[in-house]
């Protein structure tokens, strides 16, 4: 209790379900609810999570349904997301201390791809997910390039779990990332920060999504074609009481092709805020992933840059 990030008590994790067959006045719950009323009155107390509006989910970048994670976060309405995840492979170096050499290029059952949780863990895909690798890149992939998609596909699931949660308040008030940390060397797994201590790309697009003040631009998907029209909405976040006056500029680059355009922001704001709305061709893309960046270009210094980058796919 003496910890200053404790911020809520809870009586434990989804046990207002089915196989649980507890309620709030099941007696295990009414003692923790008792003995942290008297031991540390000032903090709440939830019997379980989630709870009344509170939602767990999803952990997949793109689900059985066909959607990838920009559009379940957007369909999402939830007061907190206290579960939900993305998962992406462990780094190479540590992949090589699970995995003998002999099946570094068969992941595969039987093997310790399998016994690391590479596949057949939750579901048969997980947590690898080869297909939606497949899906997105092409068949044939190498096993370097199977983790270096499933580590970029992570931290481009959880920048968008964050800022679209973000964008979400004051009605979303929480998103919390299932897991943090693996306690056990796994392959690939929801972790951002793995068993042999390595932070993997994930960790850092969290920790961009969750500065005090950003621009962030929200899409309706992932993928797109050349022959497509991006819509992009800009919004600004924030947790400061904040006035900026200048151009933000959108520039959707790939391998030196650049679209840039410029957009007027004068704006005052205390809490998140969606500024505009512009819609960008892709014509000028070859199939691949492509960048689009907000680039701030006003006059008013803040304590750490309001820029912000966002990888999406070209296909054929």
């Not at 309405?77 to 201390?97: I, K, M, Q, V, W």
Request: proline share 6%; glycine share 8%; charged share 20%.
């Amino acid at each position: 209790r003496p910890y200053t990030c404790l911020a809520i008590w809870c009586g434990g994790n989804e046990l207002f379900n089915g196989w649980s067959g507890m309620d709030d006045q099941s007696l295990a719950l009414r003692i923790l609810n008792k003995n942290c009323l008297l031991e540390d009155p000032d903090r709440p107390f939830l019997p379980t999570s989630p709870l009344m509006g509170m939602g767990h989910g999803s952990y997949v970048f793109r689900n059985d349904r066909g959607e990838d994670v920009f559009q379940i976060m957007k369909r999402s309405s939830f007061t907190a997301y206290p579960e939900c995840g993305c998962p992406g492979a462990a780094d190479e170096e540590a992949l090589r201390r699970m995995i003998p050499g002999d099946e570094w290029d068969f992941i595969g059952p039987g093997t310790a791809w399998e016994t690391h949780h590479a596949i057949n863990a939750w579901r048969e895909s997980s947590w690898m997910d080869i297909p939606v690798l497949e899906y997105y890149f092409g068949k044939g992939l190498s096993t370097k390039e199977l983790v270096t998609y499933s580590r970029l596909l992570q931290s481009i699931g959880y920048q968008e779990i964050f800022e679209e949660a973000r964008r979400q308040a004051p009605y979303c008030s929480m998103v919390l990332n299932w897991c943090f940390n693996g306690p056990w060397p796994a392959a690939a797994s929801s972790s951002i920060y793995t068993f042999f201590g390595e932070t993997k790309p994930a960790y850092d697009a969290i920790v961009q999504a969750l500065r005090p003040v950003l621009f962030s631009a929200s899409f309706p998907r992932f993928d797109y074609t050349g022959e497509d029209i991006l819509p992009i909405d800009i919004w600004l976040l924030t947790e400061r009481d904040i006035s900026l006056a200048g151009e933000l500029q959108i520039v959707i680059g790939q391998d030196g092709r650049r679209l840039e355009r410029s957009v007027g922001i004068n704006v005052q704001a205390a809490e998140n805020r969606h500024l505009c709305t512009h819609q960008l061709p892709l014509a000028h893309l070859q199939p691949g992933l492509f960048t689009v960046q907000l680039n701030w270009t006003g006059l008013e210094r803040t304590e750490e840059p309001l820029n912000s980058s966002y990888t999406l796919l070209c296909r054929n």
